[in-house]
């Protein structure tokens, strides 16, 4: 069957407790179209394994065939929380839903993250190869590293809480008793499936694609770090909501068109915040949240100090996720101005009393879109982001310059929007002027000396003749993915070999190391010093040259909301020093660029975004950070479930769990 044909199957809009309330049964239950393929019993697809296992009751559940004749006669099997197979449905339902947001923002197939980190640079030793030789050890590489299927267990565990394992490459779902007082829909004592949230689903799949796009961001290096992931996963699970008509329609008609009064459009997992043992309500709030002292749901006021002074990840998550939607907010309010004064003869006032369905339809139509744009500005903007080291000022810098590339003219105001909301929230920066749209896009390459200038126009002739297969690869039907990577890691090797010949040509010159100074990288020996406070003694950082990893090299091709078509490269960069001596013995530090090629012009570097390795500030913030000098520090890697991470990794289950209670 055409891949453009959809599959069709049935789930929840909201969380199964809305299915039993009379105001919002009738949208609860709704039927999503995803991407056709032919997944195995399981489903186990082309991305996704789904893995019904109980450890708490020792069993498997049977697994849920979507190719069945009862199945697909009935465009899945009806929503039940008591079904098992029905879970399995609906993890996989979301997930698809999730991945093609994302491959459709990228303009490209996703790859999930290696089960090794790419190798470093060995280009000595892999000249000295045989061609039968190297193709072996490539293979290999490829058996040990590429990995095809996210599996998803959606009963893992008997407690509150659902996270994804980067170790396991998997998304673990929990499930739990209600409190024995609780609000809501829930029964007390009842079990409540983290598996049956659309949200906290596309919450957990957000991870997994956000790592394989940036396996970095899963250091803690700053405050924004973990806050980042948390607030992004977040925003993807909300915007994607938008895109259920229906549900958007009946919300829309019942705050009679004010999207900025309480609604459950902006309420992140209302079911499993309800059930917890001191219950507030949905576990997180786009728009606003309850209020204990005013008894009452409040709308969030922008406010600059509270990125001054929140750092717990969640909280501080959701002041970016507040900065989103009051951009989508501003965006929707512009928009539907003219369908305000029509409807109320002027004065932009509505009358009292229930709006007409055609302004609903209108309305719901407009918040739709802009969504969805959205939705798709923040996921491209990904690409524009710095390989490490992440912070809402650089994502900023990122979603205004990767919507300048893919919509120039930006007629809807999104960027302006994006400007305003940020302001508002007291998120600026580093090293900005001003917050003009100019201002905020990333810099140009022209600061380039004339022989740095030969050492670029070499590097990127070299892309230019050697990334063809891989586009070829990537513009096919079918999953190739295994391909694509095997060439992605053909070509690593092969650029390898191109920085250690340019570096051999260029030894005796200053030009490459103000090639590489320029990158964010270095070809020389790391040195300098480092003051651990009053009282003590400054550390003398005297490292090797830090190795040189060729990260990512991929194609893009993305059309933009004005129809342009954009066809680039993105390449990442990085090197690490880790300290193997002294007081900060075992400290690692990276720095590293995204250098975004456009394959269409003559000279076509666009962008070179970097955080520079041999920065003192930088690493001076990021080791005050660590050992508790700087505050915001939270010890992210003390698992509860045994995953063996860096001190300064990302664990998603204690992160979660933390919040939680």
Not at 21 to 29: M, P, Q, S
Not at 104 to 116: E, P
Not at 636 to 657: K, Q, T, V
């Amino acid at each position: 069957m055409s891949r453009q044909v959809p599959r069709l199957l049935r789930g929840y809009s909201l969380d199964p407790g809305f299915s039993t309330r009379l105001d919002t049964v009738a949208v609860n239950e709704v039927v999503y179209r995803i991407r056709w393929e032919d997944p195995a019993p399981g489903p186990i697809g082309d991305y996704f394994e789904v893995i019904d296992f109980d450890p708490a009751s020792n069993c498997f559940y049977d697994p849920v065939d979507l190719n069945s004749v009862e199945v697909m006669k009935q465009n899945g099997l009806s929503p039940s929380e008591g079904n098992p197979k029905f879970h399995q449905q609906f993890v996989y339902t979301i997930a698809m839903q999730t991945l093609g947001h994302f491959e459709a923002s990228l303009g490209r197939k996703v790859l999930w993250s290696s089960n090794v980190p790419p190798p470093q640079a060995k280009a000595k030793k892999t000249r000295d190869l045989t061609p039968e030789e190297a193709a072996k050890k490539l293979e290999e590489e490829v058996d040990r590293e590429y990995v095809d299927k996210l599996r998803i267990y959606p009963h893992a565990f008997r407690e509150p809480n659902a996270f994804y394992v980067p170790e396991k490459k998997a998304v673990l779902f929990g499930y739990f008793e209600a409190a024995e007082r609780v609000q809501g829909e829930n029964v007390p004592g009842g079990v409540i499936f983290t598996c049956l949230s659309p949200d906290i689903i596309a919450h957990e799949v957000t991870h997994a694609i956000l790592d394989s796009i940036h396996p970095r961001f899963l250091e803690n290096t700053n405050p924004d770090v973990a806050a980042f992931h948390e607030a992004f996963a977040d925003i993807v699970a909300l915007l994607q909501r938008f895109t259920n008509t229906q549900l958007i329609e009946h919300q829309i008609a019942k705050t009679r068109g004010d999207l900025g009064q309480f609604s459950f459009l902006g309420e992140l997992a209302t079911q499993f915040g309800n059930a917890l043992e001191f219950s507030r309500g949905a576990l997180r709030g786009a728009i606003g949240k309850y209020d204990e002292k005013k008894k009452k749901w409040v709308k969030y006021t922008p406010d600059p100090q509270l990125y001054q002074t929140v750092h717990e990840p969640h909280s501080r998550g959701g002041i970016l996720v507040a900065t989103i939607f009051d951009a989508f907010l501003r965006l929707y309010n512009n928009n539907t101005q003219d369908l305000m004064r029509i409807a109320s003869n002027g004065t932009g006032i509505l009358q009292p009393g229930a709006i007409h369905p055609d302004l609903v339809k209108r309305l719901a139509e407009s918040a739709c879109n802009i969504a969805e744009h959205l939705l798709h500005i923040c996921i491209r903007a990904l690409d524009y982001c710095p390989p490490t080291d992440i912070n809402f000022g650089d994502f900023l810098r990122a979603l205004i310059t990767a919507d300048i590339d893919s919509s120039p003219a930006d007629k809807s105001g999104y960027r302006i929007a994006l400007i305003e909301a940020f302001r508002s929230w007291g998120i600026f920066p580093d090293r900005v002027n001003t917050l003009s749209i100019e201002g905020l896009q990333w810099a140009k390459p022209d600061e380039f000396l004339p022989l740095e200038k030969d050492i670029l126009n070499e590097t990127t002739r070299f892309l230019r003749e050697n990334i063809r297969p891989i586009v070829e690869l990537s513009m096919r039907e079918g999953n190739n993915r295994r391909e694509i990577y095997k060439a992605f890691k053909q070509i690593q090797r092969k650029f390898h070999g191109f920085v250690f010949d340019q570096r051999e040509e260029h030894a005796d010159e200053k030009s490459w190391q103000g090639f590489l100074r320029k990158l964010g990288l270095t070809d020389e020996p790391v040195r300098f010093t480092y003051d651990p406070g009053e009282g003590e003694k400054p550390i003398e950082i005297n490292e090797d040259t830090p190795l040189l990893e060729i990260h990512k090299i991929r194609p893009v091709y993305r059309v933009g909301r004005e129809g342009n078509l954009l066809e680039q490269v993105i390449v990442t960069l990085s090197q690490t020093i880790r300290i193997k001596k002294g007081p900060l013995k075992d400290v690692r530090y990276r720095g590293g660029c995204s250098l975004i090629l456009n394959m269409a012009k003559k000279d076509p570097v666009e962008y070179i975004i970097y955080k520079s390795i041999t920065s003192p500030a930088r690493f001076q913030y990021q080791v005050d950070y660590q050992t508790g000098k700087n505050p915001g520090f939270v010890a992210l890697s003390d698992s509860m479930y045994e995953e063996e991470c860096g001190f300064d990794n990302i664990s998603f289950a204690h992160l979660h769990f933390h919040n939680i209670i």
